[in-house]
T-cell receptor, first 113, second 115 residues
Framework: AQSVTQPDIHITVSEGASLELRCNYS??????LFWYVQSPGQGLQLLLK??????LVQGIKGFEAEFKRSQSSFNLRKPSVHWSDAAEYFC???????????FGAGTILRVKS | GAVVSQHPSWVICKSGTSVKIECRSL??????MFWYRQFPKQSLMLMAT?????????EQGVEKDKFLINHASLTLSTLTVTSAHPEDSSFYIC???????????FGPGTRLTVT
């Protein structure tokens, strides 16, 4: 079974600063991977996804993520954070067999002005 | 495209009663729907997977007689929490996946409070 770790529970960055949220997964083969964002009391919005091919994927709202097989990582990045990016971010890993998603614990992003 | 709705968005019920939550895919046919539960400040935990026309598959530790799932059509799945107790209070989120797809599209969630 797959698992995913988001080592940072909270991250605070200044508005305009760059951002990197970490995600490490465990799976016996190449998984497919997602990043979602959740605002308080809301559902999840898909930011970006990786299935195969180019390991650097672009998403919405200026986010990108890079799949690194050697490090079992799929870190989320944004070059310049906006106050509206404050939310909770979830990394999810899916297995090609069974098609279930397993979510990380989430990282709460705070943006200070 | 790929919009999923949930109804109601929030519900308060008394202990011992049952409550039904609907999950609809509005602009695509969802052959598979998933139900998750999210406790405050925690991640999403998969409760069950339902395929249209089939019985739901429940995750270990989830009581299937308490959380009844019906996926009667390609656009609608329902979760019924039977004989609800305060410990069932939580945020329930559904997602839907189209045939042959890998992406799950999430609904906005339903906040259940059992008093």
């Amino acid at each position: 079974a797959q698992s995913v770790t988001q080592p940072d529970i909270h991250i605070t960055v200044s508005e305009g600063a760059s951002l990197e949220l970490r995600c490490n997964y465990s799976y016996g083969a190449t998984p497919y991977l997602f990043w979602y964002v959740q605002s308080p009391g809301q559902g999840l919005q898909l930011l970006l996804k990786y299935f195969s091919g180019d390991t650097l994927v672009q998403g919405i709202k200026g986010f990108e993520a890079e799949f690194k097989r050697s490090q079992s990582s799929f870190n989320l990045r944004k070059p310049s954070v906006h106050w509206s990016d404050a939310a909770e971010y979830f990394c999810a890993v899916g297995a090609w067999e069974g098609n279930k998603l397993v979510f990380g614990a989430g990282t709460i992003l705070r943006v200070k002005s | 495209g790929a919009v999923v709705s949930q109804h109601p968005s929030w519900v308060i019920c008394k202990s011992g009663t049952s409550v039904k939550i609907e999950c609809r895919s509005l602009d695509f046919q969802a052959t598979t729907m998933f139900w998750y539960r999210q406790f405050p400040k925690q991640s999403l935990m998969l409760m069950a997977t339902s395929n249209e026309g089939s019985k739901a598959t429940y995750e270990q530790g989830v009581e299937k007689d308490k959380f009844l799932i019906n996926h009667a059509s390609l656009t609608l799945s329902t979760l019924t929490v039977t004989s609800a107790h305060p410990e069932d209070s939580s945020f329930y989120i559904c997602s839907a996946r189209a045939s042959g797809g890998l992406e799950q599209y999430f609904g906005p969630g339903t906040r259940l409070t059992v008093t």
